[in-house]
């Protein structure tokens, strides 16, 4: 779909009536990197679209060095389809943007979901970056997949829970997303670490329900970040962290956030 004379990809799964549930990826994230047990979870009762923000995975254009800049493409995207009213559901990275969007767009934003992600100035998420990098080159000189140290425990069910989402991952087989380039990658580093330095959020202008997760452990957007906006969030409701969980904690334990996530949707 061309926005703005720029290419953006995307899915839609599920009804095709009612509010449609925008999902927003993690950093370096493609279409493929969405756990399929949570959005076809998800797209079993609610119109769910993922997609690629600008010059994200085979989306054009470039990427945008602040969360601000990706809230605008993003909504950009969203009207472009046609719509007035969306939930969104943000995770990492993608919690960031959905923030920013839930705040300066108020009419267009119904329900938030925010998973494994904090508020700008939050304690730890300036060090993303690094840690990132560091999972990165782990990854590579082990020959494993950096998620796999990133989002789970170092338990025996946290790595069994991340070999079960990397299989999960390689179900679709065509049609795949490209994976996110360099310069973009870079972009989005120096968007988050700029998140991380800012002035803490007011929380209080997000007026709309969010529903808040993540796992107990998370070493990416440290777990105090999802207490913290729950806290502050003037409509929040909390899913409990997940035990021996980290920053895959909705993945780890799909079955039960999935519920959760529809349960808050369509109260």
């Known amino acids: 779909m061309s926005?703005?004379?720029?290419?953006?990809?995307?899915?839609?799964?599920?009804?095709?009536?009612g509010?449609?549930?925008?999902?927003?990826?993690?950093?370096?994230?493609?279409?493929?990197?969405?756990?399929p047990r949570?959005?076809?979870?998800?797209?079993?009762r609610r119109r769910v679209i993922t997609f690629g923000n600008r010059?994200?995975?085979?989306?054009?254009?470039?990427?945008?060095?602040?969360?601000?800049g990706m809230a605008r493409d993003a909504v950009r995207f969203i009207r472009t389809l046609g719509f007035d009213q969306v939930d969104v559901f943000g995770l990492s990275l993608g919690g960031f943007i959905a923030q920013v969007i839930a705040e300066e767009e108020p009419r267009l934003v119904r329900k938030v979901i925010l998973a494994g992600t904090g508020p700008a100035?939050?304690?730890?998420?300036?060090?993303?970056?690094?840690?990132?990098?560091?999972?990165?080159?782990?990854g590579a000189l082990t020959r494993q997949d950096p998620k796999l140290s990133l989002f789970f425990t170092d338990t025996a069910s946290g790595r069994r829970a991340g070999r079960a989402l990397l299989r999960r991952l390689k179900e679709r087989t065509d049609n795949r997303d490209k994976d996110i380039s360099l310069p973009s990658l870079r972009a989005q580093l120096k968007a988050v670490?700029?998140?991380?330095?800012?002035?803490?959020?007011?929380?209080s202008a997000i007026r709309q329900p969010v529903l808040v997760a993540n796992g107990e452990n998370d070493r990416m957007v440290p777990s105090q970040n999802t207490l913290d906006l729950a806290t502050r969030l003037?409509?929040?409701?909390?899913?409990?962290?997940?035990?021996?969980?980290?920053?895959?904690?909705?993945?780890?334990n799909h079955e039960d956030f999935v519920a959760r996530a529809l349960s808050f949707l369509e109260s």
Not at 3 to 17: K, N, S, T
Not at 21 to 32: K, Q, R, S, T
Not at 55 to 61: E, R, T
Request: aromatic share 6%; no cysteine; charged share 20%.
């Open 3 to 17: 926005v703005d004379g720029i290419a953006f990809v995307y899915r839609q799964l599920g009804p095709e009536d």
């Open 19 to 35: 509010v449609p549930l925008i999902l927003l990826i993690h950093l370096a994230g493609n279409l493929d990197n969405w756990d």
């Open 38 to 44: 949570v959005v076809d979870g998800l797209a079993a």
């Open 55 to 68: 010059g994200v995975g085979g989306s054009g254009g470039a990427t945008p060095d602040t969360i601000e």
């Open 121 to 138: 100035g939050g304690p730890g998420i300036d060090k993303v970056p690094a840690l990132a990098v560091q999972g990165t080159i782990k």
């Open 193 to 203: 670490k700029r998140w991380g330095r800012q002035a803490p959020s007011d929380l």
């Open 234 to 252: 003037p409509r929040s409701e909390l899913v409990p962290l997940y035990p021996d969980s980290g920053h895959g904690g909705i993945f780890q």
